[in-house]
């Protein structure tokens, strides 16, 4: 069975009722399934809401126990999101800058020239963890070298190989952050922590509070999700040279392709809301204050909307996905992920001729009636020279 294959755990359930159900950490969670109920969630921030009193709850698992900073503008709801949204918007556009597609460039080129030195690599930790790393270096605007650091603190940020939430590792993080955010009160930049601390939202300047909360953010939400897109890529071509080949013939098709592959992998499962009346999804009855999720790797494989959805279709011609979340909340570094997908791809078809799986541990989430395959915790690929 190739490996790169992610089969929908979600079909029954979602042609079936339209939603699932799972318990996260004694606080339940409907599961919305289908395309059109996702989107029509998401849209509607007035009934499910990200702002919530409790730091945290949105996010599956819920994060409310390890930590207390909000994440902005991820937890900040209308009419105040716009104002995060419109300070943060130019900045998280530079991915499209000729000069920071360049660098972009030669730190994927490095990357993929020390896998084709070494031969064989475990992509996870070898590859696309020093990729993702690297590359949000430019995102902050800060010394490369900074990546080291980054690269040492492994693959996920909240959690550790036995559990789901990691207290202690998160603290890493926000401890890092502190430190991050006093450097540029002290010694202003040009990096983004400077650039927050200097900048106003609604005639007010940001606190060291919400500069942390975009950081975190920025952190969190771009880590396993980036990486988890260019191991199951890596591996997606690994099983399909003839999909390579196809890259190099057709590159008129790549910006496709790439959708096609968000699309299909879906990094990010789901995204949770807190409802806040009484309402229905699905004619399931919701209480007020209690959680729904909108299952993005769900409604990515409905075949009302996807023909063929459980297939990779690299020139798929309708491909509304939502695998960057949708509506009010559309995720702030699609930009970014989507310019380091476009130089991995075109510098894979320039630079390797074939790939070949070794090995491979999937990394598989308990949704307790659901389990999914969302990357690998483990992908060892030998790479050979165009």
Sequence with gaps: MEKSKFTDPFKQAREGKGYGEMNDQNDPVTMILGHKDVRKCAHNWKTFQSGGEEVGRIVVPSEVHIRETRQIPFEVDPPEHKDYRDLLNPWFKRPLESDYQAKLTDIINQVVNEALEKGSLEVVEEFSLK????????????????????????????????????????????????????????????DLYSVLLASEVNGKKMTKEEVKGVLVLTFAGGRDTVINAVTNSIAYFADHPESLQRLRDEPEIMNTAIEELIRYFSPLTQM?????????????????????????????????????????????????????GFGTHNCLGATHARQIMKILLSTLTEKVGSMKILEAKENIEDLDEFKRKVGFDSLHVTFNKL
């Design 272 to 324: 949770g809301r807190v409802a806040t009346e009484d309402t229905q999804v699905c004619e399931h009855a919701i209480k007020a204050q209690s959680r729904i999720s909108m299952c993005w790797a769900s409604a990515n494989r409905d075949e009302r909307v996807f023909e063929n959805a459980n297939e990779v279709i690299l020139d798929r011609k309708v491909n509304p996905h939502v695998a960057f």
């Design 131 to 190: 990729l993702q790393s690297r590359a949000l270096t430019l995102l902050l605007n800060i010394p490369f070298e900074e990546s080291e650091r980054w690269i040492s603190w492994g693959t996920h940020v909240f959690r550790s190989e036995d559990t789901a939430l990691d207290a202690d590792k998160a603290n890493i993080l926000y401890d890092y952050i502190d430190r991050e955010i006093d450097k540029a009160i002290a010694n202003p930049g040009d």
